[in-house]
């Protein structure tokens, strides 16, 4: 039985056990966090029930990942770029927006999402590039040349319609670059742009963003109202002011630190914020306990974006401890994994998705209690998805084979002898031989 069981869930075991728990969290949560789907819809285990059909089908697709072998994945990354810069610019100029972002592509009835799987395929290019030019030193110079090439292909076209997507991707190719070695110089060179643009786009946005406007479009722009809950609306002239707006909105939202007595909290304006601090602040050590929720009737997307403050409520701070510390073991064990690795590509590419879903899931958190402003980013493996649910089990699977060709070093309890101690070892008995008279 152990045999059949070691053959099917293959890799490290510590990703499998971090996995099943996240799975596990991410069913009782998404149950409870339901409520308002289940009501409008009047079946109690539909929207839990569509869910764990999606984890399913993951999980399905993750064994199969796992099983190919890390040389293939070089293979897909010419694949995978053509058909994200292809999805990108048809959910960009036909794709349906919804909950006011036009990142979508209807196809059979079901609603795909085109930048999660450029996420995937940015992190994929940037660890091949890392790890064809990694010499003694580091990364050659025009390393980076080739991740801003590939940069400007991908993220410009999530950009004008998810910022927040955009911003956490290139975070991750940053991180990547420190890890593979670019010189610093260079990575100086990026966060001086990255301040100027930032500080251009901010001024942009308070100059010619309308939260007003942006209201009244999306009012104007709803046609269809999915029974997932979510607003399906079809593209429309002008989405990148009515973003504008919206980003606005969320900057006033979170720079404005003035005191509101709680009489005079505009719940409908402030929904997703308000009712959040709520259920924190409702609170205790161990929780109200799963199902037991008050806030999820008045959250908007309590099953999604704001999964993590359901938790807290219902688990209090215990339990968003030990969601939190599953995430940082992931990245851990990951880099773990990595350093044992023969060859810089599945090492650069497994630290590269555990650093994908690890810094999706702090934005998701902060966003939660406060920290920064509203990112519209899910609990990666938790928060009810279609597309991102099943792309991230991929990415799991990613990192479970890589796991599984990781060359263990000296550490781990092999008796190897390192490469400067062999040639010292041959040296010596060279020199001893030499000195032996030659036996009659």
């Known amino acids: 039985m152990n045999k059949r069981l070691s053959a099917i869930f293959k890799g490290d075991k510590v990703i499998w056990m971090v996995f099943f728990f996240l799975c596990l969290v991410s069913i009782i949560e998404v149950f409870s966090a339901s409520s308002a789907l289940t009501y409008k819809t009047g079946n109690y285990l539909g929207p839990v029930s569509k869910h764990i059909g999606l984890l399913s089908i993951g999980v399905f697709l993750m064994l199969v990942t796992l099983n190919i072998k890390c040389r293939y994945f070089k293979l897909l990354t010419p694949i995978a770029l053509?058909?994200?810069?292809?999805?990108?610019?048809?959910?960009?100029?036909?794709?349906?927006?919804?909950?006011?972002?036009?990142?979508?592509?209807?196809?059979?009835?079901?609603?795909?999402?085109?930048?999660?799987?450029?996420?995937?395929?940015?992190?994929?290019?940037?660890?091949?590039?890392?790890?064809?030019?990694?010499?003694?030193?580091?990364?050659?110079?025009?390393?980076?040349?080739?991740i801003v090439?590939?940069?400007?292909?991908?993220?410009?076209l999530i950009m004008l319609e998810n910022l927040s997507t955009a911003a956490l991707l290139s975070v991750v190719v940053f991180l990547m670059m420190i890890i593979g070695r670019v010189p610093a110089r260079q990575l100086m060179k990026v966060v001086a742009g990255v301040v100027v643009v930032v500080v251009l786009a901010i001024s942009s946005v308070m100059a010619f963003g309308d939260e007003k406007e942006a209201q009244d479009t999306q009012q104007a722009m709803t046609?269809?109202?999915?029974?997932?809950?979510?607003?399906?609306?079809?593209?429309?002239?002008?989405?990148?002011l009515h973003r504008m707006g919206t980003w606005k909105a969320r900057i006033y939202n979170f720079m404005d630190n003035k005191y509101v007595p709680p009489e005079k909290v505009d719940l409908d304006k402030d929904a997703q914020t308000s009712y959040s601090n709520i259920a924190i602040a409702s609170s205790s050590f161990i929780g109200k306990g799963p199902g037991n929720s008050e806030e999820r009737d008045f959250l908007p997307q309590a099953f999604s974006d704001y999964i993590y403050a359901i938790i807290i409520e219902e688990t209090g701070l215990l339990g968003a401890f030990l969601v939190a510390m599953l995430y940082i073991i992931l990245l851990f064990r990951t880099g773990r994994i990595a350093?044992?690795?023969?060859?810089?590509?599945?090492?650069?590419?497994?630290?590269?998705?555990?650093?994908?879903?690890?810094?999706?899931?702090?934005?998701?958190?902060?966003?939660?209690?406060?920290?920064?402003?509203?990112?519209?980013?899910?609990?990666?493996?938790?928060?009810?998805?279609g597309t991102s649910s099943i792309i991230n089990c991929v990415y799991i699977g990613v990192i479970l084979s890589v796991s599984r060709t990781a060359k263990k070093n000296a550490d781990d309890g092999k008796d190897t002898v390192a490469p400067a101690a062999a040639e010292t070892i041959t040296a010596e008995s060279g020199q001893k031989a030499q000195q032996q008279p030659p036996q009659k």
């Open 82 to 146: 053509g058909l994200s810069w292809i999805t990108l610019l048809i959910a960009l100029l036909a794709g349906h927006t919804v909950n006011g972002a036009g990142r979508w592509i209807p196809i059979l009835g079901f609603q795909f999402q085109p930048s999660e799987i450029a996420k995937g395929t940015m992190v994929l290019a940037t660890a091949q590039v890392l790890s064809a030019m990694q010499t003694d030193h580091g990364a050659d110079r025009h390393a980076f040349r080739y």
């Open 223 to 240: 046609e269809t109202v999915a029974k997932n809950g979510k607003t399906v609306q079809k593209k429309k002239h002008g989405g990148l």
């Open 339 to 385: 350093n044992r690795c023969e060859n810089n590509f599945p090492a650069f590419l497994a630290m590269g998705l555990a650093l994908l879903l690890v810094v999706q899931a702090l934005f998701n958190m902060c966003v939660a209690v406060g920290i920064v402003p509203v990112t519209g980013q899910p609990l990666p493996l938790v928060s009810k998805g």
């Open 149 to 156: 090439i590939v940069w400007l292909t991908i993220v410009p």
